[in-house]
């Protein structure tokens, strides 16, 4: 397949009539990709505040039927998950991300919540995952994979929950990228970057649009008020997930 | 995939008098257009955006080759294996051997349009592999043995009823007396027949929006969530692209993504955005072991540097299928290959000829719409122009087409000659029809009156009122 790689990159350089592009060029294309020069980004959430910015988070979120619950701390979340669950008439059986700082959610307080940690199998019908960040613009929830947030979480089971920290709500995409950038030492991506908004939906039939084609047909948002325990963090290495 | 694309003709009239396909377009003919407008309305950078959009495609295809060797060192940096193949043939190729190597019996696809551009299907099929199809509109689709009719809503051609004669037919082994009348029914029922395959399946299949030069990651924007199981449950992940779909740095994707969705379906942004960076790492608890890309040229690289370039800037969001007068009334079926509307009027005669697809260029009224809507400004009127201008000069358009033309283009070229015989045709015209005011039939003209009647001229040319007023 050599062959064609060698060919089509010639056929580029003959049709764009030149040959290989001059090592000043180069030079400049590779300082334009390292500057991560950032383009016009829309002012509906970098004009407003962190409070505004959440509050347009969650209404975006609500406008494509993300359903939102405020808690203050850590250790109301069980009862905001055990309240949510019953009213949606649901199972109290849970596939929680097997991230160290979902630790301290102190799930004993609600006995009668079944929870597992480790990754989605097929018979799991609900989740429970922290997430990298939160896009205002557009009411996204930015959610990475890693050995502590297995992907399988966010689209196998029929209901998705997603505990998202106050602080961890920026304004735009490149603001969520910017921190993965930052948290990131190794300069090595996550394998995969999730930006989710809103549950699963299809409009294949008649434009007719139903929730839960294929991924989530829920997706429950908890939004954590307390700002002083953190969300999904990949620094704790001496952790080790119990898997499956 | 096979063209039928001179088949254009006789396509539109079947496709005009389809009447389930005349109730289905009907529904799109209002339904995109009107979300797209309400999308774009609430953002009020939506036509810089667009500005900036153009910019950084026709940057990053000026210096493609720059930008796939990066793309290509970054995807190996991060464990995944590059394929480049300059035809359909080899892109399919590439994949078998793949599958082969991993002994796979069941393929999951994500909507890949690449994919439906090299027949990867029938391909993989006569080589005992089984694809299949999980965006619900192109399983469907798969199951009635259709080409899709849309470039992101495949199946839009088809009514409900059709879908539920389709499911009962083909899910035999569901209770026959089950009810199929809404489409939550049939959408619920899709979800149960198809997740045991996303489980079951050994390769993963997907194509890809775009493709990141910094990284080497590949971005799919999707609403059900299919194509992220199709990628994280097998154990082989194969994006299917083409080297447009090119883009430097993140925060260049981060601007195009936010054109994309608004113009394809009006939304904000799709449910699902998703960007893969090669295969599992370790400690990962889920995520395919392999990561391949085939990455796909297929005539692409010789329309850089000339006056069909533009149209590589495509994100292939449907706005100007959406918007078209031809597209809705006639189905994206009679273009007769993988992209209709005008985006497919201009890049499927660069991709397969145009002795294959002469009449695409011609099945426009030039009203514009589509270059309005499109998110990077590709001059679609124009270039289906350059197009009719080679359809003439290579001799594919009749002859009697061709003599009328010349002989029209003589007289116009000679102003004094041309308003003289406009002045005595207007007149005779204006006489003969001044009683109906209009002709059921016109010598010469009868392409026009066998559908509609011709307005006879009423009082005086525009030229000569403009010649009296000018004075």
Known sequence: MSEARERILEGIRSALKRGLLDPNIQAQLRARVAAHGRNLIPTRATALDHAGRVDLFIALAEEVQATVARVGSLAEIPEAVARYLAAENLPAELVVAPDPNMDAVPWEVRPLLRIRHGRATAEDRISLTPCHAAIAETGTLMLISGRQTPTTLNFLPDTHIVIVR???VVASYEDGLDRLRSDNASDKLPRVINFITGPSRTADIEQHIELGAHGPRRLHIVLLEDTRTTGSAEDDEEHNPSAQ | MLATSREFEANTRAGLSNKNLQHALGLARTGFPLRRQLATERLPEFDQLREIGRSIKDHTLEHLDFYLELYESNVVASGGKMHWARTSEEACAAVLQICRSVGAKIVTKGKSMVAE???????????GITPVETDLGEYIIQLRHEPPSHIIAPAIHLMKEQVADTFRAEHRSLDPERSLVEPRQM???????????FLAADV????????????G??????NEGNGDLTQTLPRVHIVMTSIEKMVPTFEDAATLLRLLARSATGQEFSSYTTISTGPRRPGDLDGPEQYHVVLLDNGRSALLGGEFQDILRCIRCSACINHCPV???????????????????????????????????NASTFCGRCESVCPVKIPLPKMMRHWREREYTRKLSPRVYRTGLSLWAWVARRPGLYHAFAEIASRALGWAGRYRGRFRSLPLANGWTAVRDMPAPEGRSFHSLW????K
Do not use: K
């Open chain 2, 117 to 127: 551009e090299v027949g990867l299907n029938d391909f993989l099929e006569a080589n």
């Open chain 2, 204 to 215: 993963g299949i997907t194509g890809a929006n775009f493709l990141v030069a910094e990284s």
């Open chain 2, 217 to 222: 990651s590949s971005i799919i924007v999707t």
């Open chain 2, 187 to 197: 959408c619920d029922e899709a979800r149960a027949v198809l997740r045991p395959r």
């Open chain 2, 467 to 470: 010649a009296e007023r000018r």
């Open chain 2, 327 to 361: 597209y809705t009334a006639v189905g994206g079926h009679a273009y007769g290959w993988v992209y209709p509307g005008p985006m497919g009027a201009v890049l499927t005669p660069s991709l397969i000829g145009i002795e294959e697809a002469a009449h695409l260029p």
């Open chain 1, 166 to 168: 106050r602080d961890q």
